[in-house]
């Protein structure tokens, strides 16, 4: 009885998921900035709740990556600087080729399809946000099969990390002017097509290395808001 007790006391309840996923989904889509003071009252007014599953939302909140909890201080959404960037993107760069090497074998046709409909999708998008969400959507599909929960789950607290900072370079360049990152986009589904697993890991790592040198150009991306 006390095991199940305590079991049921660390599973998240229902708002606290509600919650969790509602502000994640602003931080991720820049409503919320980095930095940001996430103040517990506002959100309690927001949501009609009591400050408890605010507490554990914050905390789901952090484990994927979107929060900072300072202890007696209170939470912020997560932010980074350049060499913090950088450093994010050289585990990306090592990380999602290898979940992307083992999900080759195991993606189904209809996934495989779904990624060129994304990668013909951002061709022609000409909205940041409509792309950012298309780009993300593409990569994190691509190696959903990988069979290995532990590295998905970091690739995806990776993902959730960069995500403003990934922004923000769209806005500089402009989704009108990645002709290399469409090419690359379909060079990535055709590989993936044939199952050749090789192949794909190296596009993928050269894909992620080509934008974390572009950064380095524009370290203003990291001091404003």
């Known amino acids: ?19 969790a996923d509602e502000l994640g989904r602003k931080i991720l889509d820049g409503s919320l900035l980095p930095g940001t003071r996430i103040r517990q009252e506002r959100i309690a007014e927001e949501f009609g709740v009591s400050r408890l599953p605010i507490r554990e939302a914050l905390r789901i909140l952090e484990s994927r990556g979107l929060v900072s909890l300072v202890a007696s201080t209170g939470a912020w959404v997560s932010s980074m600087n350049l060499e913090e960037c950088q450093e994010s993107y050289l585990m990306r760069e090592r990380l999602e080729p290898l979940a992307l090497g083992q999900a080759v074998a195991s993606i189904n046709s209809d996934s495989i399809d779904r990624l060129d ?109």
């Open 1 to 19: 009885m006390t095991t199940s007790t305590n079991e049921t006391i660390k599973k998240p309840g229902a708002a606290s998921l509600r919650i």
């Open 117 to 225: 409909w994304l990668a013909r999708e951002m061709e022609s998008c000409a909205d940041v946000e409509e792309f950012v969400e298309l780009d993300r959507e593409f990569h994190l599909l691509s190696f959903r099969d990988a069979g290995m929960p532990t590295l998905l789950e970091l690739v995806e607290r990776l993902w959730n990390t960069t995500q403003h900072y990934r922004r923000a370079y769209v806005q500089l360049t402009g989704p009108d002017r990645l002709e290399e990152t469409h090419l690359e986009h379909r060079m990535l589904v055709a590989a993936i097509r044939r199952r050749d697993a090789l192949s794909a890991e190296e596009l993928l790592a050269m894909h992620i290395r080509k934008t974390r040198i572009a950064l380095l150009d524009h370290p203003e991306i990291f001091t404003r808001r």
